[in-house]
């Protein structure tokens, strides 16, 4: 019972987020059943995927590999980039040095016909990323419905053994009821009222 009790400790401190001390005592008055624990297990997931931060870093991560998708997508059509540049030369003319200032703007449409398959086989590696991190996101929401079923379950277990204590203190209140009345009539002994 004792170890029990230890390791107890040692979890509600896992669950606290504390480190794993067992310094403290737990009291002995029971607290009020919480709000949603009576909750339907959709809700109590849902619930949970809005509190744990890797359910957004996930939707993050898919995210960011989607728009990568969609950006080399874009390489399918036509590029077109702006140029300019700006140039100062120096040059001999009649003894004299000169600087002239040349500056040229442009504009550049290219549109690659053939790469080989080049942009299919990007966007085909985009989309196979995009599924591994949407595997892993759907992963982490099946263990955290585990999870929750499974402190369901507990709770349901912990309600069920509270109803069976209280029925086996009432027994045992009856029993030793009819163990002082036998002993005080003279039928039962002291070892009877002991048991």
Request: hydrophobic share 40%.
């Amino acid at each position: 019972a004792e170890n029990n009790y230890l390791a107890a400790k040692a979890e509600l401190s896992r669950a606290m987020g504390t480190p794993a001390a067992t310094d403290f005592e737990v009291g002995p008055q029971q607290l009020p059943p919480e709000e949603s624990e009576a909750a339907n297990l959709d809700v109590l997931v849902e619930v949970g995927e809005k509190q744990r931060p890797e359910f957004l870093a996930f939707g993050a991560q898919l995210a960011s590999q989607e728009a990568t998708t969609r950006s080399i997508k874009g390489q399918y059509g036509p590029t077109l980039n702006a140029v300019g540049s700006v140039d100062e030369n120096a040059y001999l003319r009649s003894g004299t040095s000169r600087v002239a200032l040349n500056a040229s703007v442009g504009v550049a449409l290219s549109w690659p016909i053939y790469q080989g398959g080049l942009t299919d086989g990007r966007v085909a590696e985009s989309n196979a990323q995009t599924a591994v991190v949407q595997a892993q996101l759907d992963t982490l929401r099946q263990d955290l419905r585990v999870a929750v079923t499974q402190a369901t379950l507990a709770i349901k277990g912990a309600q069920a053994a509270l109803i069976a204590a209280d029925e086996l203190v009432q027994l045992a209140k009856e029993r030793l009821a009819l163990a002082e009345g036998r002993y005080q009539t003279g039928v039962g002994n002291t070892i009877e009222l002991g048991d």
